[in-house]
């Protein structure tokens, strides 16, 4: 009903950048909240950061003023821009979005996640 596709990981230097993108496509009314979230080996998924349909954001305290979370409603698509990355920046980053499909039935979709390895 919903499908995100998330692109734009890869494998980086401390210190680099990296945009992540994941763009929503299917049967969708409104997406309310979107989010990032992140998951490195033998840990659990975290939070990231996340943005309200009217822009409003939030992020953990361990990407605070490096990572900036925005979106284009038009485009059913949400941005994390990484700056300053660190090796513990290293995990599959994987979107969500709390989407309204046409019908009214409201559900969290996820992404299948992007990998993100930072290199010291």
């Known amino acids: 009903q919903v499908q995100l596709v998330e692109s734009g990981g890869g494998l980086v230097q401390a210190g680099g950048s990296l945009r992540l993108s994941c763009a929503a496509s299917?049967?969708?009314?409104?997406?309310?909240?979107m989010g990032w979230y992140r998951q490195a080996p033998g840990k659990q998924r975290e939070l990231v950061a996340t943005?309200?349909?009217?822009?409003?954001?939030d992020s953990a305290d361990s990407v605070k003023g490096r990572f900036t979370i925005s979106r284009d409603n038009a485009k059913n698509t949400v941005y994390l821009q990484m700056n300053s990355l660190k090796p513990e920046d290293t995990a599959v980053y994987y979107c969500?979005?709390?989407?309204?499909?046409?019908?009214?039935?409201?559900?969290?979709?996820w992404g299948q996640g992007t990998q993100v390895t930072v290199s010291s």
């Open positions: 969500n979005a709390d989407s309204i499909i046409w019908g009214g039935a409201r559900g969290v979709y």
């Open positions: 299917g049967n969708i009314f409104r997406i309310n909240d």
């Open positions: 943005i309200t349909r009217g822009g409003n954001t």
